[in-house]
């Protein structure tokens, strides 16, 4: 028992060198950018919600966005050791808020495709992957705060274009247990539109490289829950389970 501690803080060491060193994989869920690890041999159904937070530049104002959402991803391997991703999902809610006004609202939809690879055999005992995938969001805001706290109707979505590349290394800990670590490559763009009066503010390019880390429990061959958490410019935990088939 006394050796679990220093040999599970070597194999997390280990991975973040690692993952530093190759290119590896895993599936983020776009706007909200959670990781789902599962088997590159298999397909794979993920149902994820997650929580995120960020702080936009849309028009010359200065935002904090925060979202939830719930997410529904598939994956499964084509050939030459590829894994096709696809994912769907839907912002349960929506926050705009910076110090003069807050807009708020309800539903929307998230949707992307990705491609991922297994760099097998590059370093024992731990699986080395590499994901690129492409997301866009769209967050409906239908409510408006003002500074008095009244709370007006508007009809207006936010958008949020992103690109991601993410580079995971996982390592089992034993009895059904893993944990994965890496870096997420980010650049995204967002747009606030309103509907009614048919105008677009275009927002700042957003750039970032952050860390991810989470664990995967194996509860059988076909089913595993996963909580993770990642940083930089989107801070999201999630939490969700993987279907194997």
Not at 220 to 242: C, E, R
């Amino acid at each position: 028992m006394h050796n679990v501690v220093p040999r599970t803080i070597f194999a997390i060491s280990v991975i973040l060198l690692s993952t530093q060193l190759f290119p590896i994989y895993a599936f983020g869920n776009g706007a909200c950018c959670s990781v789902t690890k599962g088997s590159s041999e298999k397909i794979n159904l993920s149902i994820i919600g997650s929580s995120a937070w960020s702080h936009e530049n849309v028009g010359g104002n200065y935002y904090n966005l925060s979202r939830q959402a719930l997410m529904a991803k598939i994956s499964g391997p084509i050939p030459y050791g590829f894994v096709l991703q696809a994912q769907v999902g839907w912002p349960v809610y929506t926050r705009l808020a910076h110090q003069y006004t807050e807009m708020r609202g309800y539903g929307g939809i998230i949707y992307g495709l990705g491609l991922g690879y297994e760099l097998p055999g590059l370093v024992k005992a731990i699986e080395l992957y590499a994901t690129v995938n492409y997301t866009r969001s769209h967050g409906f805001l239908d409510e408006d705060v003002g500074s008095f706290g009244d709370i007006g109707t508007i009809d207006q979505t936010f958008l949020i274009s992103e690109l991601q590349g993410i580079f995971l290394g996982e390592i089992s800990l034993g009895t059904g247990v893993a944990v994965y670590t890496g870096l997420r490559a980010y650049a995204g763009k967002n747009q606030l539109k309103d509907n009614q009066a048919k105008v677009t503010s275009n927002g700042d390019r957003e750039g970032n490289l952050a860390p991810l880390a989470g664990f995967r429990f194996g509860l059988s061959d076909t089913v595993s829950l996963i909580v993770d958490g990642g940083f930089g410019h989107t801070k999201v935990v999630g939490v969700g389970a993987i279907f194997s088939l």
